[in-house]
């Protein structure tokens, strides 16, 4: 790999002093590296930070440097882009992160020898209000979504009995299972099968 984007809080100085250190690594080593603009914008009730127009058409690789909410985030943002990620946490929670910040460096050492791998994580599409087919005017979720009674807060919530999910991406209708609500939230993990929509993650382990 040779062309990278950072993808990160800006709101946080921490992360900034962060993403300047991983570039200056990276361009120190013949590689070329941007940090994309982050700000958030809302469309059709749909929440966005990334500005995903603004990433190079040669990009190989997106750098999130955070924790879990913004590696989520990232992930929604660039779901229909061809780019892999790679999380770097420099929060409290990086569950879903393959590097500690203290590893920054070896971690791009390891990109630039191309001495990893990807893999896809299942992402979950809400169709039943969101009809767009892209993630500006679509839900996607990568960890969980929550199902709520329509006019209900996500926090006070409504009473699911049954959640069916189906496989869209085999072209099936099939029901390949049932959850019943225990009690007025529903979530979803990443490994239920609901369609093919996915995010690529790099790994270096």
Sequence with gaps: MRHFCIITNSDKGANAQIAQRAVQYLRAHDADCVI???FLE???GIRHFTAVQ?????AECAIVLGGDGTMIQAAIDLVHCDVPILGVNTGTLGFLTEVECQN???ALERLLKDDYTTESRIMLKETA???GEDSRTSCYALNDMVIAKQGESI?????CRYLSCRRTDRGDTDRVDR???VGRRTGVGTGTACNGDHT???TLS
């Design 36 to 38: 994309l603009p982050n």
């Design 42 to 44: 809302e469309t059709g």
């Design 54 to 58: 603004d990433i190079p058409k040669d």
């Design 104 to 106: 920054l460096e070896e």
């Design 129 to 131: 209000k969101f009809k």
């Design 155 to 159: 926090s006070g919530g409504g009473t």
């Design 179 to 181: 959850i019943q609500s």
């Design 200 to 202: 690529d993650m790099c």
